[in-house]
């Protein structure tokens, strides 16, 4: 019984040393979670402040990259998306640091995974702006050439061409942060294919018209009065070597 009791004690006693050494962490981790929440408030007011000073929302506008947020269902100004980004990254920066703080083994090695996996994110999410701008350039100057040439699917074309990029580049992004990467690929493949298959048979179905003009000798196209002259000229001097 007093070999029980004194292994009871001695656990709690060790018990409480842990908790008693735990304590300190466990303060320094919520100080520094409330004041990296109010130095990250006072820096996203002082952003938005500078903000209004540039007229940073009217730039935006002039740059088109507020057409390019509207696109991605969001309404709100520039100048407050980029200061919730700078919120929300200064949030996070200080909750890894106060987690950080705890000393804990497990936590240390998640913290540096992430920090190791930054990078690979900050270059997806480059890879997904920039595609996502290049893929509306060229959705657009495929618009405007397919409707310059009189193509009757051109917008049906150019929103093909825009889908295509926008997996190429989402197959991009997913491939730099090393997600499920057979899967990518195999996915990408089936609506890679999709896609170019979706593209030919527009490109069939339009191109009939055309095929039907080329092989009747260019029937339905407008004819200048000198072709016609020059053909009935033709004509007649086929018919005086006849007879």
């Known amino acids: 019984m007093d070999n029980f009791m004194e292994l009871l004690l001695h656990s709690l006693r060790a018990f409480g040393i842990t908790i008693l050494q735990f304590v300190p962490n466990l303060l320094a981790m919520l100080i520094i979670f409330i004041a990296g929440y109010l130095f990250s408030r006072l820096i996203k007011l002082l952003f938005l402040r500078v903000f209004r000073i540039i007229n940073f ?17 969001i309404w709100s100004k520039p100048s407050d998306v980029f200061g919730g980004l700078i919120y929300w990254f ?17 936590i240390d090695n998640l913290i540096s995974q992430f920090f190791l996996y930054i990078p690979r994110a900050f270059s997806a999410l480059v890879i997904l702006i920039a595609g996502y701008i290049f893929a509306g350039f ?10 310059n040439s009189g ?42 294919g999709g896609i170019i298959l979706a593209l030919a ?8 018209d055309a095929a039907k003009r080329i092989i009747n000798g260019g029937e339905g196209r407008p004819v200048s009065p000198e072709s016609k002259d020059k053909k009935k000229n033709n004509e007649k001097e086929r018919d005086a070597e006849y007879f």
């Open 57 to 73: 929302d009217s730039w935006c506008d002039k740059a088109g990259l507020t057409a390019i947020i509207r696109k991605g269902d």
């Open 90 to 106: 200064l949030i996070i920066l200080f909750l890894v640091i106060g987690l950080s703080a705890l000393r804990l083994q497990t």
């Open 138 to 147: 060229i959705s657009r100057a495929v618009l405007i050439t397919a409707v």
């Open 151 to 192: 193509y009757h699917y051109a917008k049906i074309l150019a929103e093909a061409v825009r889908l295509l990029l926008i997996v190429l580049i989402l197959a991009m992004a997913l491939e730099q942060l090393r997600i499920a990467p057979g899967i990518v690929i195999a996915a990408f493949s089936i609506v890679f």
């Open 201 to 208: 048979i527009a490109f069939g179905v339009g191109g009939i």
